[in-house]
Nanobody, 125 residues
Framework: QVQVVESGGGWVQAGGSLRLSCAAS????????MGWFRQAPGKEREYVAA????????YYADSVKGRFTISRDNAKSTVYLQMNNLKPEDTAVYYC??????????????????WGQGTQVTVSS
């Protein structure tokens, strides 16, 4: 069984930075591919970034490429999302997701079988 818990959200001015953490118990030593998604009010859930089970291969949505960095510490079963140069349009609830099995990082929410409760990120202009 995998439990996913996000932390690190908050309020920041445009141009600022935040670092989100995702503790995924049961995902030790590369058992899970991981992804970050976000959902703004009135909008559908949107893919942000993903990272492979092993090898640290990363994937990003075009909207965050060059500003966000996903990384993982397999020994700690933790994934991070470093967000720099934040923009008001980045405001959303950010969700971490885990994908067990042999699949790699994916942009499709249906590929993930465990989700966290979300953490709010608010960027003011």
């Amino acid at each position: 069984q995998v439990q996913v818990v996000e932390s690190g959200g908050g309020w920041v001015q445009a141009g600022g930075s935040l670092r989100l953490s995702c503790a995924a118990s049961g995902c030790t030593f590369g058992r899970c591919a991981m992804g970050w998604f976000r959902q703004a009010p009135g909008k559908e859930r949107e893919y942000v970034a993903a990272i492979s089970r092993v090898g640290g291969i990363t994937y990003y949505a075009d909207s965050v490429k060059g500003r966000f960095t996903i990384s993982r510490d397999n020994a700690k079963s933790t994934v991070y999302l470093q967000m720099n140069n934040l923009k008001p349009e980045d405001t959303a609830v950010y969700y971490c997701a885990a994908r067990t099995g042999t699949g790699s990082g994916s942009s499709q929410p249906d590929d993930y079988n465990y989700w966290g409760q979300g953490t709010q990120v608010t960027v003011s202009s």
